[in-house]
């Protein structure tokens, strides 16, 4: 049996995916996986009995990638899982930037008597917008929510101009060719009315939109933010908006002071909740945790590379080790030792880590622990993995 902890609210369909008569949920305190979303796990210790994190959505900066690569802890997201909830946000979030919703529904709310038609007729000039048809929207990454973001406002008429220099060739091939790319960051700030960033916080995207940036902006244009707090310098957004710099900062992630301003629309994290996303991600997370534990094989990892090896053998042995020369050499030869025939194999690496996967017929429990043995004390290797097949 393998255990499953989980964090944060998972929809129900994510933990369905784990059989009952091969898995538990949250019933040790050893668990083989987690299955988390926002929970901040540079605070939540996790053990060495953890031998993948899936977050279930997309941001990955609450978990600590140089902690998982030495303890061989893969970590995967959803690429994707939530993008469509984020668009459609940002679209109602463009549109109450711009139309005067909130204040006119309070005030229509406080209006009493037999008239309130003729009321709403005479009050109405006060709440007098404008459009989005015609402006200028420049989006700050183009990945699965940004893609989504340039085609959504695109269909609403605005003139939209992205800028991102690391697109994915997946992501660049579902983007409208007649979207313009920025040629650097200050170009798209200079041109837009509205900024939407979306992008992943990394320490490369640390305070990306600082005073420096918010200068460069059109007088009175509107930023919105629904990636990560940090991305936009908080001090100085409250300053270009108390100097009427930018007109508005709309955004999922706050302060007290960011909230309490009067040029503020704070959202509270809301970009992925919706029961669509929600599910999308706790299954897509459920998988590709699954496809781990039973096959050893890794799709959507953040840290590991991908590898996919068809599982054809009684058994197979997963090593996680160091990047460095002639680990297979000195695997294989552990392995001839023991007199084990190799079906098929794998090695694949990513940065600093690699990951070999070796097929073979059955061993022996006690002939694998003593392999096992011999193979961890090659010091660069960081975890051995036996998988028996349909186990
Ligand atoms: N508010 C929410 O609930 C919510 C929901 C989903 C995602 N997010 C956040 O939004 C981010 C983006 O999500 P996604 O699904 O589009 O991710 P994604 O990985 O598909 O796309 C991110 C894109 O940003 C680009 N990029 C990285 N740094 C950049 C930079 N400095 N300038 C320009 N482009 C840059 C990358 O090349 C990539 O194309 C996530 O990392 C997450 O932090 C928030
Ligand atoms: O888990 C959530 O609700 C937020 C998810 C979102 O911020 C993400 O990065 O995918």
Redesign the pocket.
């Known amino acids: 049996m393998l255990d499953i902890k989980t964090y944060n609210m998972i929809a129900p369909e994510g933990t369905a995916e784990f059989p009952a008569d091969k898995y538990t949920i949250n019933e040790t305190d050893k668990p083989a996986a987690l299955l988390i979303r926002s929970q901040d796990m540079h605070k939540t210790r996790f053990g060495t009995s953890v031998l993948a994190i899936a977050r279930a959505?997309?941001?990955v900066?609450n978990i600590p990638l140089v902690e998982a690569n030495s303890n061989g802890t893969v970590v995967f997201n959803t690429?994707?899982s939530?993008?469509n909830?984020?668009k459609e946000l940002i679209v109602a979030m463009l549109i109450l930037a711009t139309r005067p919703v909130f204040s006119s529904v309070q005030w229509a709310k406080k209006l009493n008597g037999a008239d309130v038609s003729l009321q709403t007729e005479k009050g109405k000039n006060h709440f007098a917008g404008t459009e989005l048809q015609g402006k200028t929207i420049g989006i700050?990454?183009?990945?699965?929510?940004?893609s989504r973001v340039a085609r959504a406002t695109a269909d609403l008429g605005m003139h939209v101009i992205g800028?991102?220099?690391?697109?994915?060739v997946e992501?660049a091939w579902r983007l409208s060719n007649d979207i313009p790319r920025a040629k650097d960051?200050s170009e798209l700030l200079q041109k837009s009315d509205y900024v939407t960033i979306?992008?992943?916080?990394?320490e490369?995207?640390k305070d990306?939109i600082s005073s420096k940036e918010l200068a460069e902006l059109k007088d009175g244009a509107i930023l919105l933010n629904?990636?990560?707090w940090g991305i936009v310098n908080e001090n100085a957004v409250i300053d270009a908006l108390d100097s009427h710099k930018i007109a508005q900062y709309l955004t999922?992630f706050s302060s007290e002071k960011v909230i309490k301003h009067e040029s503020t629309i704070v959202t509270p994290?809301?970009?992925?909740?919706t029961l669509e996303a929600e599910i999308n991600g706790a299954i897509m997370a459920a998988q590709t945790l699954k496809k781990y534990l039973e096959t050893g094989n890794i799709v959507n990892s953040v840290n590991f590379p991908a590898v996919e090896m068809p599982f054809d053998s009684n058994f197979r042995i997963t090593l996680i080790h160091q990047n460095v020369p002639n680990m297979v050499g000195r695997i294989t030869t552990i392995l001839a030792k023991y007199d084990i025939n190799i079906d098929n194999m794998i090695n694949r690496s990513r940065e600093q880590i690699a990951y070999t996967m070796i097929d073979t017929d059955n061993i022996s429990e006690k002939t694998f622990n003593k392999l096992k043995n011999e193979l961890i004390e090659i010091s660069e290797v960081i975890r051995v993995r036996e998988i028996r097949k349909n186990k």
């Open positions: 959505g997309v941001g900066n690429p994707g939530n993008a909830a984020v700050i990454g183009l990945g699965s929510v940004g800028y991102d220099p690391y697109i994915s992501h960051l979306h992008i992943p916080y990394t490369g995207n990306l629904y990636s990560r999922d994290h809301i970009g992925g909740t």
